[in-house]
């Protein structure tokens, strides 16, 4: 089955990464990855995200703790499926899927400091509902 072969393949991966270059490695590489998704969802169907930026609560803060439960959810997925479903680590891989909208923040603060083309973030039309600074 499909199913079958997604779940060992994210356990052979969460095991290469903890085995062959840090036991921390897989930790690290969750959020780049929830980062990563949800970039590709906001890059080419920004539709999906503007509705949730829409049902999020008004105000910066509150707005970006209710956009990141995206990459919380997916980051307990993620992890869950690499664990085998271990309540403790799938809650620790929300957890650290919260550094997803840390590596946005990053990647901005970063971008704006190099020369060359700045990382704003998302594309129109949920960046563009999004709280401005």
Do not use: N
């Amino acid at each position: 089955m499909i199913a079958d072969k997604v779940l060992s393949a994210c356990a052979a991966a969460w095991a290469w990464l903890a085995l062959t270059i840090h036991p921390l490695a897989p930790w690290f590489c969750v959020p780049a990855l929830c980062w990563l998704v949800l970039w590709a969802v906001r890059t080419w169907a920004p539709g999906a995200w503007q509705w949730v930026a829409d049902k999020g609560p008004i105000g910066a803060a509150a707005s970006k703790c209710f956009q990141a439960l995206p990459s919380v959810a997916l980051g307990a997925i993620i992890v869950a499926f690499a664990t085998g479903a271990d309540v403790k680590l799938t809650v620790t891989g929300a957890v650290v899927a919260l550094g997803a909208p840390l590596w946005h923040e990053v990647l901005r603060w970063a971008s704006s400091k190099t020369p060359g083309p700045t990382y704003l973030g998302g594309s129109y039309p949920a960046a563009g509902s999004a709280p401005k600074p």
